[in-house]
């Protein structure tokens, strides 16, 4: 029996779908279905019921579930023991992080890690989808916006400003608010999992609803490509849009009633008695990068272009 059929079982679990787990291992359908049949066979009893509409554990696979569980978490514990032990980065580095900042602030500088430690093997798992780190068994999740209560362990990378922009060719188009109110007559880019937009305002928050959105997406590289496109206005990072801003192919508004409820940017990592050294030259690597503060915050004055008078 392999370790990774372990973990591939552990996933169909997880995920209650096989085809689901066999695409998070790279698997096609039926390439998915002879993995779990073969390791039914190896121990002699069926372990998921499968029908066309829904996977679910038998009783046997529950009980092997929650034994294959522990085997795991323990196999895991020894892997960190040896690494702390040894003080030397070694086997993979697996990192969860959204799209645009793994592109943008982690792959750049994967190299120059991968120089100082050729030994390490690391994985990168980009995905808008919140990730549960323990379960899925990543080291490194990056984490955006306020932190919910969690066992986990932050370290700052930056601040999180976030920034109402949209291209100049829209606000030639469509002028430029001056106040949430104008935005009744914008164009709004939906993104789906930030239905309202908070902004701070003289007075207190504001609380602006995306109801009718020109365009709408799922993906927050959407909203952005749909801004640059010139779509309408959408609320973004300015670790994502720095560059654009700078460049003139995107324009910060509302500067006077700046984005609320934006928190700081994290890496996270599950709690350990001892910490591998691949977690922590890691983050202290990307922090050393980044900067104190961030590059994104440092030259945010200097990055922002104003709309010329019309």
């Excluded at 552990?10 to 002879?34: I, N, W």
């Excluded at 009980?63 to 086997?91: C, T, V």
Aim: proline share 7%.
């Amino acid at each position: 029996m392999r370790l990774d059929d372990l973990k591939f079982f552990k996933r169909v679990a997880e995920l209650g779908s096989l085809s689901a787990a066999g695409r998070e291992f790279g698997l096609s359908p039926s390439a998915s279905s002879s993995r779990l049949t073969n390791l039914e066979k190896e121990l002699g009893t069926q372990l998921v019921s499968r029908t066309t509409r829904r996977t679910a554990l038998t009783e046997a696979g529950q009980l092997y579930l929650r034994h294959a569980a522990i085997a795991l978490s323990e196999l895991q514990r020894a892997q960190e023991l040896i690494e702390a032990a040894e003080d030397k980065p070694r086997g993979t580095l697996r990192i969860s992080t959204n799209v645009f900042f793994g592109r943008k602030h982690v792959l750049p500088h994967l190299a120059e890690y991968r120089e100082l430690y050729p030994e390490l093997k690391i994985e990168v798992d980009m995905t808008d989808r919140m990730v549960n780190l323990v379960e899925e068994g990543y080291d490194i999740g990056i984490r955006g916006g306020p932190l919910p209560d969690s066992s986990l362990i932050a370290r700052k990378l930056g601040g999180n400003p976030r920034v109402l922009c949209a291209s100049p060719s829209y606000l030639v188009k469509k002028g430029t608010p001056q106040t949430p109110e104008d935005l009744r007559n914008h164009d709004c880019i939906g993104y789906d999992p930030m239905p309202v937009w908070y902004f701070s305002g003289p007075d207190g928050e504001i609380a602006w609803h995306i109801e009718d959105p020109v365009v709408s997406g799922d993906n927050g590289d959407f909203a952005y490509d749909a801004a640059l496109y010139g779509l309408g206005l959408t609320v973004k990072s300015l670790a994502h849009v720095w560059e654009d801003l700078r460049d003139g192919r995107l324009v910060a508004v509302l500067e006077d009633y700046p984005i609320a409820r934006t928190g700081n940017i994290y890496a996270v990592y599950p709690p350990s008695r001892y910490t591998p050294p691949k977690v922590t030259t890691f983050i202290d690597f990307l922090i050393s990068k980044i900067g104190r503060p961030a590059y994104w915050e440092s030259d945010y004055r200097q990055a922002v272009t104003k709309v010329p008078a019309q």
